[in-house]
């Protein structure tokens, strides 16, 4: 038996009375039923009937209720009598239920002379009055009885334990619903923080693994100081990387003055051939100010730039972005449609541009780096190689013709009478005489040879592919152009004029490595100075 029969068994002297007990089981059962209608969602139609029922044996069991009433809300002012199933109507019903749902339990009397109730024959009868209580916000209940009867309120005080037991097993029911319904919302709000945290996770791998992606690249990239090597692996990397098609490279040539260097990758160099961009083109003046990626079809709605714009097109570049650094634009890099064919999103755009950025800088790296060299490679007064970038060309040059089995020649030269030229008119008239020869030499040869001071007045030249037959030609030629040349008081030379001597071998008919051929062809230079100067000896054998 549940401790609450027991309980009310004992509060009420209920014990051993089998009817009193019957009552009390039903109360129980009722209890159950309800907490299970309650848990299965059942509805207030089927509780009010079982609730009913209850009360109705309930009433008959005591013997001591007057009379009951029960009223639907939903049915206004209409209020059913248990006893004979007689609906009545009772005017100011909503006053009642006001009550009802201020108090557990409220007393209705004859003080509240209001009240239509009050009128009817249960009131007649001498210290009858009515307790009044609601069931869930959905019915009232009057239980009529005589408030001198001791019988009557031991019965009425059983029934408002019963009603507060039913109405405390549907708070508790309540409570535990809201409490699943929390702990099911927390359990997703847990569920969806942990999806959550595993993308944050796995984009933050992502992250991680696209910065270590990063940084091995720049670390790649600013190693390289070979600016072609570096343009090349710059553009196999934002292939490789963003996932285009093909990809190409436009820098600044300092000598043509104008974006002519140009590069390509999954793109043949010969589609780009005749394109080439001035210094005052539109497109350098955009990107001065617009640093970043920029896509063609964006950068076409810009009049002036449409022409350009139509060109990429053609070549199917999609995306292009300045090489800037030092508020110079050094070049432009574009990138063609992705092998997904799909359009560039904003994490591609950024990767590209984080890449451009790195190319900048290795680019910058590449250029200062060549420029040092230069220096250190570079004689300072004549602007022509000096002897150290001399010698590594040479040899250079020597195991290049090894290897392809064909000729390299020197012709090595210096000024007849420099001396007396220097000491007449001066340190810098001979500086000056030494720098105008270094232009002179310049133009005169082919593009493909290399000009070098050798050091003081003497100088050299490098002849890759000319035959020993052929260095009589080209020496006597640049010979001819000294002599023609108006040298500032040239006249205070002997003969008038200022003159060079020349000498020249040939690798391999002469000499087989680098200080055989120098030493042959100082051996023919040294000849021609014997011979009368302002002429050329190649060397031979019987020298």
């Known amino acids: 038996m549940n401790d609450f029969v027991q309980k009310l068994m004992y509060k009420y002297n209920y014990f051993g009375n089998n009817k009193n007990l019957r009552v009390l089981q039903e109360s129980q059962q009722l209890l159950t039923d309800v907490r299970q209608d309650f848990k299965n969602n059942g509805n207030l139609i089927d509780f009010h009937q079982k609730f009913l029922l209850f009360i109705e044996s309930f009433s008959h069991t005591s013997g001591s209720i007057s009379e009951i009433y029960s009223h639907l809300r939903s049915y206004g002012d209409v209020w059913v009598r248990l006893s004979d199933n007689i609906k009545i109507t009772f005017e100011k019903s909503s006053q009642l239920s006001q009550f009802a749902d201020l108090n557990d339990f409220f007393v209705v009397d004859e003080n509240f002379t209001g009240l239509d109730i009050l009128k009817h024959r249960s009131f007649r009868t001498q210290k009858n009055i009515a307790l009044l209580f609601q069931m869930f916000g959905y019915s009232d209940y009057l239980i009529v009885f005589n408030q001198g009867n001791k019988k009557a309120q031991a019965a009425v005080a059983l029934l408002q334990s019963i009603v507060s037991q039913l109405k405390n097993s549907n708070q508790e029911y309540l409570s535990t619903k809201q409490n699943t319904q929390k702990i099911n919302k927390l359990e997703m709000e847990l569920l969806s923080m942990q999806r959550d945290l595993i ?253 070098n001071r050798y ?40 003969g008038g004029r200022i003159t060079i001597s020349l000498g020249g071998s040939c690798f391999s008919c002469d000499a087989d490595n680098f200080e055989d051929l120098v030493y042959k062809a100082d051996q023919a230079l040294y000849k021609s100075k014997n011979s009368g100067r302002n002429c050329l000896t190649v060397y031979s054998p019987d020298m």
């Open 199 to 451: 993308s944050t996770e796995r984009n933050l791998k992502r992250r991680v693994y696209e910065i270590h992606n990063v940084l091995e690249i720049s670390n790649e990239l600013y190693s390289i100081l070979n600016l072609r090597q570096l343009i090349n692996s710059a553009l196999l990397i934002i292939v490789g990387q963003v996932g285009c098609q093909k990809a190409f490279a436009f820098l600044y040539d300092t000598n043509q003055r104008k974006y002519s260097k140009r590069f390509t990758k999954g793109l043949d160099q010969i589609e780009l051939a005749d394109m080439e961009i001035q210094v005052d083109h539109p497109l350098v003046s955009y990107f001065q100010n617009v640093n970043k990626p920029v896509l063609i079809s964006e950068l076409k709605k810009q009049t002036e730039l449409q022409p350009v714009c139509e060109t990429f097109l053609t070549h199917q570049i999609e995306l292009i972005a300045p090489i800037i650094y030092g508020d110079r634009v050094q070049g432009f890099i574009g990138c063609g449609a992705l092998l997904s064919e799909q359009g560039f999103t904003k994490d591609e755009m950024d990767l590209f541009n984080i890449l451009v950025n790195i190319i900048s800088i290795s680019v910058s790296n590449a250029q200062t780096y060549e420029e040092v060299k230069n220096l250190s490679l570079t004689d300072a007064m004549t602007n022509l190689n000096n002897y150290r970038y001399f010698e590594d060309r040479l040899k250079e040059e020597i195991n290049r013709a090894r290897r392809n089995d064909s000729p390299v020649s020197l012709i090595m030269l210096d000024i007849d009478h420099f001396k007396n030229y220097n000491d007449t008119l001066g340190h810098q008239a001979g500086d000056e005489a030494l720098r105008n020869l270094g232009w002179i030499l310049k133009n005169t040869v082919r593009e493909e040879d290399i000009v």
């Open 455 to 494: 050091g003081g007045e003497e100088f050299c030249i490098i002849l890759p592919g000319i035959e020993k037959n052929v260095i009589s030609v080209l020496g006597e030629r640049i010979r001819a152009k000294v002599e023609e040349y108006p040298f500032y008081k040239e006249n205070v030379q002997p």
